[in-house]
């Protein structure tokens, strides 16, 4: 397994150009990808990475979570973010960072990390696999204070396309009922997103625009399945435990602008949260929030 040290995190600015590049007929990546590909075993890594606190707080101000010293369990996903985008360009990496979807996701928080903390980050990807709806790869971060782990990071993408599983049976389609009655109604709209692209530094063009969605065939722009992970702690997130593993499934994208209802409702010692859609009940978001240990 080789290693490729940063000093500094790549911007947008360094990452987007490269993926698109990936996306050009005869020069980017395959339409198609094998199922035996192969996944580089490179791990991109990181030390003394310091959380911009101007950053973090408008990170906070677009999803609504709680800014004070302690690292909220989203912004994790933020942190290694860069990283995972700069694996994913390496021309070697099978997939396109454009296109592929975010489907799971899930953040394990072995303790309360306070932001003035630094950090060291190390990124790979694992686990290439077959599912009905195309390809799954998994991006694998974790996080150090000088030699202790205190944060694991799973992200779960899916490239499109036919796979020997594609016959396979499918689970039940999602439930179009009037949803429930909310503990939140979320709303959000292009300019929030952007606030939330800005701080997060996802500017995937599916989020950006409703002329650059329409190019991946959305009719709108959508909001980040990230966003909404986070937005969902907002009323929660100061009542969890320093050690925490958060999951989360992504389910139908929420095209912009949009209210959704949100739920967060006490289990096994932790939370459960939905986001639904209001009129037809379906799930954008399905996710859990346990205590390690």
């Known amino acids: 397994m080789s290693t490729v040290t940063y000093t500094s995190l790549p911007g947008p600015a360094q990452i987007y150009p490269k993926a698109v590049a990936a996306m050009l007929p005869v020069i980017g990546k395959p339409a198609r990808v094998s199922a035996d590909a192969v996944v580089p075993d490179t791990v991109h890594r990181i030390e003394n990475v310091r959380i911009d606190l101007d950053q973090l707080a ?5 999803t609504g979570l709680p800014f ?13 973010f860069p990283l995972a985008m700069s694996a994913m360009v390496d021309p070697k990496f099978p997939l396109g960072a454009i296109g592929s979807v975010h489907i799971e996701n899930t953040i394990e928080r072995f303790r309360a990390i306070g932001v003035d903390e630094p950090l060291t980050i190390e990124t790979h990807a694992e686990n290439l696999r077959e599912h009905r709806k195309g390809l799954l790869v998994d991006m694998i971060s974790e996080f150090f204070v000088g030699r202790e782990r205190v944060a694991r990071q799973t992200s779960t993408f899916l490239k499109q396309q036919r796979t020997s599983l594609s016959g396979g049976e499918r689970g039940p389609a999602p439930k179009e009922t009037a949803a429930p009655s909310p503990d939140r109604v979320l709303s959000v709209d292009l300019g929030l997103i952007r606030k939330y692209a800005e701080a997060s530094g996802d500017r995937n063009p599916i989020h950006m625009a409703d002329v650059t969605a329409k190019a991946f065939g959305f009719n709108q722009a959508i909001a980040h399945g990230m966003w909404t992970a986070a937005a969902s702690l907002a009323n929660i997130e100061g009542a969890l435990p320093g050690a925490v593993v958060y999951s989360v499934r992504f389910g139908k994208p929420i095209l912009l ?8 409702s006490h289990a ?3 939370y459960d949260v939905s986001v639904l859609n209001r009129k037809k009940g379906y799930p954008h978001l399905t996710g859990t929030v346990r205590r390690i240990g």
């Open 268 to 270: 096994d010692g932790g």
């Open 58 to 62: 408008d990170y906070c101000h677009a």
């Open 68 to 80: 004070g010293s302690t690292v909220p369990v989203t912004y994790l996903f933020v942190l290694q």
């Open 257 to 264: 602008p949009a209210k959704v209802n949100a739920y967060a």
